[in-house]
Nanobody
Framework: QVQLVESGGGLVQAGGSLRLSCAAS????????MGWYRQAPGKQRELVAR???????NYLESVKGRFTISRDNAKNTVSLQMNNLKPEDTAVYYC???????????WGQGTQVTVSS
């Protein structure tokens, strides 16, 4: 199994920045994608950004140009730099990992990001 430990999050004003970090441990050899989902009250959980082991990325359209995902395969860490934050970015953010195939997805405990206007 994989364990994911998140850090970061907090309260910032609109236009500010936060950096989320996540460290994976356990059966990290099985991980292909690592990234971040978020869920705001009354909304579906949505993929914010992810990166494959080979460096391919996907971003939620509304965060393109503002958020940047980075990954260190050797350290099994992934980070999300969030710039120019907007109130609509307010959500609980969850680190996740996904295997190439045939395995389980794993999730961090979630961290609250609140952006005030």
């Amino acid at each position: 199994q994989v364990q994911l430990v998140e850090s970061g999050g907090g309260l910032v004003q609109a236009g500010g920045s936060l950096r989320l970090s996540c460290a994976a441990s356990g059966s990290t050899f099985s991980i292909n994608y690592m990234g971040w989902y978020r869920q705001a009250p009354g909304k579906q959980r949505e993929l914010v950004a992810r990166m494959s082991r080979g460096g391919s990325t996907n971003y939620l359209e509304s965060v393109k140009g503002r958020f940047t995902i980075s990954r260190d395969n050797a350290k099994n860490t992934v980070s999300l730099q969030m710039n120019n934050l907007k109130p609509e970015d307010t959500a609980v953010y969850y680190c996740y990992s996904a295997p190439t195939r045939g395995g389980n997805d794993y999730w961090g405990q979630g961290t609250q990001v609140t952006v005030s206007s």
